[in-house]
Each structure stands twice: as structure tokens, then as C-alpha cells.
């Protein structure tokens, strides 16, 4: 009779330690599964239309320079060079020292080595006519001009060249009268510096222009 006492007391303890552990275990947290955070996939970097660079824009294109006359016939028509053979003869005597410009600026321009063709009318006394036609850049054309516009030229268009010019008028070391001038003609990176005193036939520039650009 003991034994079977013995046995119904144990079942109860048994059946409520069986509850304690179900409940611990029940109140324990579930583990998290730790996920590793996958790497990112590399990928090949495409630049977007805007982030190209912009294609260099086509360098405009501008009309060549005239080119600078071989000869001095090449200047005048030929009513023009019977004038002058008439009235300031001979043409390009080697002793005319005259200047195509009195201004000591522009004939320093005109002396560095800019490349030149010069023609000259008249001898080495009396009247005569000097004339430089010189290959320039646009930066020394305006730098010419602004030393005209300093010095009192007056300045107009013919055709599709400038024309800057100024008249002088003074007495000589023997009290003689004389009239000088210069004319300047600026076009399509040319020059023609023209100097003279007391003859100047009408129209010279005039004609020069109208031989070298039409």
C-alpha cells in the first residue's frame, strides 16, 4: 500500500515541473537568423548626355587676307600711272629717302619688319610721293588707327576700304611754301601708307583701292 502512495504523490510534482519548463521555454526569445547584407553588384558607369563634354565648337572661318601686291604696277591703272609718270617722274628712284608717314609712331610700325612693298615717285628734291603698302595684323591696324585718330586724321569709307588722311601746310628753311600730306588706306589686312609733298595726284588712293580690293 506505501508503494502505490508513493506513486501518486510523484505524478502531480512531475506534471507541474513539466508546465514550469514549458513556460520558461515558451517565454525565451526565438533567435533572430542574422542576414548579411548582400554587397552591391558592381555595375559599369555610363555617363549621361549631360555629363559628355560638349563637342568644341568649328572655329569660324574668316575670309583670307589680301595678299600683299609683288610689284609697284600693280597699284595703279594705267590712266593713273601716266599721270604719274607725267607730272613725278621716275618711279622708284633708290634716292627718295622720303617716309610714307611723318608720324614717328606709324613710320616705327611700318620700319618692324611687317612685310612691305614700297614705291616712290619723284626724285630726291621738289615734289614727290611715297607709298608703302604693308601686310598687318587686325591688332596693329588698330593700333595705326587709334594714333591717327590722336593726331587729327579724318578718316572716311571708300568702297571696302578706310581712308584716313591729313593735309600740312609750312615754309621751308628758304622760306618757300610748301603742302604735304599723307593718306592711309585700310582694308582686308592691308596697309598702303602713301606720304607726299606738293603733288598728289586727284583721286590716287582712290585708285589704289579700287586695283587691290575692287
Same mark, same amino acid.
Given at each position: 500500500? %506505501?508503494? *502505490?502512495?508513493?506513486?501518486?504523490?510523484?505524478?502531480?510534482?512531475?506534471?507541474?515541473?513539466?508546465?514550469?519548463?514549458?513556460?520558461?521555454? &515558451?517565454?525565451?526569445?526565438?533567435? *533572430?537568423?542574422?542576414?548579411?547584407?548582400?554587397?552591391?553588384?558592381?555595375?559599369?558607369? %555610363?555617363?549621361?548626355?549631360?555629363?559628355?563634354?560638349?563637342?568644341?565648337? !568649328?572655329?569660324?572661318?574668316?575670309?583670307?587676307?589680301?595678299?600683299?601686291?609683288?610689284?609697284?604696277?600693280? /597699284?595703279?591703272? +594705267?590712266?593713273?600711272?601716266?599721270?604719274?609718270?607725267?607730272?613725278?617722274?621716275?618711279?622708284?628712284?633708290?634716292? *627718295?629717302?622720303?617716309? #610714307?608717314?611723318?608720324?614717328?609712331?606709324?613710320?616705327? /610700325?611700318?620700319?618692324?619688319?611687317?612685310?612691305?612693298?614700297?614705291?616712290?615717285?619723284?626724285?630726291? +628734291?621738289?615734289?614727290?610721293?611715297?607709298?608703302?603698302?604693308?601686310?598687318? !595684323?587686325?591688332?596693329?591696324? @588698330?593700333?595705326?588707327?587709334? *594714333?591717327?585718330?590722336? #593726331?587729327?586724321?579724318?578718316?572716311?569709307?571708300?568702297?571696302?576700304?578706310? /581712308?584716313?588722311?591729313?593735309?600740312?601746310? &609750312?615754309?621751308?628753311?628758304?622760306?618757300?611754301?610748301?603742302?604735304? &600730306? +599723307?593718306?592711309?588706306?585700310?582694308?582686308?589686312? /592691308?596697309?598702303?601708307?602713301?606720304?607726299?609733298? @606738293? %603733288?598728289?595726284? !586727284? &583721286?590716287?588712293?582712290?585708285?589704289?583701292?579700287?586695283?587691290?580690293?575692287?
Amino acid at each position: 500500500m %506505501v508503494h *502505490v502512495r508513493r506513486r501518486r504523490r510523484a505524478a502531480p510534482v512531475l506534471l507541474a515541473a513539466g508546465i514550469l519548463l514549458a513556460v520558461l521555454t &515558451g517565454c525565451q526569445p526565438e533567435p *533572430v537568423a542574422a542576414t548579411a547584407t548582400p554587397a552591391p553588384t558592381p555595375t559599369a558607369s %555610363v555617363a549621361s548626355p549631360a555629363e559628355t563634354s560638349a563637342p568644341s565648337a !568649328e572655329p569660324t572661318e574668316t575670309a583670307p587676307a589680301a595678299a600683299l601686291p609683288g610689284e609697284c604696277a600693280a /597699284l595703279y591703272s +594705267e590712266g593713273m600711272r601716266a599721270s604719274l609718270e607725267a607730272t613725278v617722274p621716275p618711279a622708284n628712284d633708290p634716292v *627718295v629717302t622720303m617716309l #610714307s608717314s611723318q608720324n614717328a609712331q606709324l613710320a616705327e /610700325l611700318l620700319a618692324s619688319g611687317i612685310p612691305v612693298l614700297r614705291c616712290t615717285w619723284g626724285g630726291a +628734291e621738289g615734289p614727290g610721293i611715297a607709298t608703302t603698302v604693308a601686310s598687318i !595684323e587686325p591688332a596693329q591696324a @588698330d593700333a595705326a588707327r587709334a *594714333v591717327m585718330a590722336e #593726331s587729327a586724321f579724318g578718316c572716311e569709307s571708300i568702297g571696302d576700304a578706310d /581712308l584716313c588722311r591729313i593735309e600740312r601746310r &609750312g615754309i621751308t628753311l628758304d622760306d618757300v611754301e610748301y603742302v604735304s &600730306g +599723307e593718306d592711309h588706306l585700310f582694308a582686308d589686312g /592691308l596697309w598702303v601708307a602713301t606720304s607726299w609733298i @606738293d %603733288v598728289l595726284p !586727284e &583721286g590716287y588712293s582712290a585708285d589704289i583701292a579700287a586695283q587691290l580690293w575692287g
